[in-house]
């Protein structure tokens, strides 16, 4: 498949774009190795020898970076339904890349052409959506992108608490122990932060006691509309669990917690 990808993509370095129509072309694979294989700082390819090196590396350093490049393939694609499909995976691709750049990503992002064809409520094969997996990947600053562009979507609002991945964005979220993604969520509009539409119930509180994060848990105890009196598949509210599990500062935080209403 390696050898398949790097023919196409030499095809379209040197032949033109229109050899992406070809149905055989893997594009995700093209993207991958596209971007895999570029370090943006040094501008050096590791690839298989010296005459791949020094054709790429051509193309890598002339005038057109790799975000204008795929923006013309994108273009080149006269079929609506693909044009959805190929945004979607260029932006899937980018984050799922081991050397993201992210300076890719936000030139991408800030195409109108490119932006209004992607669906971010889309979930995958995988179960994830974009912004699950920006979460679950760790990367804050594709979450900021996602959210600042959200009227710009062709599906908006973005659907937070669709059940991806065996949970919800901000459960995933708490479970990675991302203080700075949480807060994002947090501070969204369309946050439920009493989600529990999943397989153990357990609400971003719950989660949070069982991943021992008392600063989590403050962020949480600080949302208007939190309940601490939800109970999970086993009965237990979030105290109940953090009691069982031996978690005093926890359970301190909890018990002194006062609704906002009060």
Request: no cysteine; aromatic share 8%.
């Amino acid at each position: 498949e390696q050898n398949y990808n790097k023919y196409f993509l030499e095809k379209i370095f040197f032949y033109g774009l229109n050899q992406i129509s070809s149905p055989h072309v893997n594009v995700t694979g093209l993207l991958q190795y596209l971007i895999y294989k570029y370090d943006k700082d040094k501008l050096k390819l590791n690839v298989w020898n010296n005459e791949d090196f020094n054709k790429i590396k051509l193309y890598l350093t002339g005038s057109i970076s790799i975000a204008v490049k795929i923006k013309d393939i994108f273009r080149s694609i006269q079929n609506l339904e693909n044009k959805k499909a190929f945004s979607w995976t260029i932006l899937m691709t980018l984050i799922n890349t081991d050397k993201i750049n992210m300076d890719i990503v936000s030139t991408l992002f800030y195409d109108d052409d490119i932006i209004k064809h992607v669906y971010i409520n889309f979930i995958d094969k995988s179960r994830n959506t974009l912004l699950n997996d920006s979460i679950l990947l760790e990367n804050e600053e594709m979450v900021k992108l996602i959210f600042k562009n959200e009227e710009t979507f062709r599906d908006k609002p973005i659907k937070l608490d669709i059940e991806v991945y065996e949970d919800s964005s901000l459960n995933n979220s708490v479970q990675m122990g991302n203080i700075e993604i949480t807060k994002l969520l947090l501070a969204h509009r369309n946050i439920n932060v009493n989600f529990n539409k999943n397989v153990d119930e357990n609400t971003a509180l719950h989660n949070a006691v069982l991943e021992n994060a008392p600063e989590i848990v403050k962020l949480l105890l600080a949302h208007p509309v939190i309940d601490v009196n939800l109970k999970n598949d086993k009965g237990e509210t979030p105290l109940e669990l953090a009691e069982t599990l031996n978690k005093p500062e926890i359970v301190k935080l909890i018990k002194n917690h006062k609704p906002s209403s009060q």
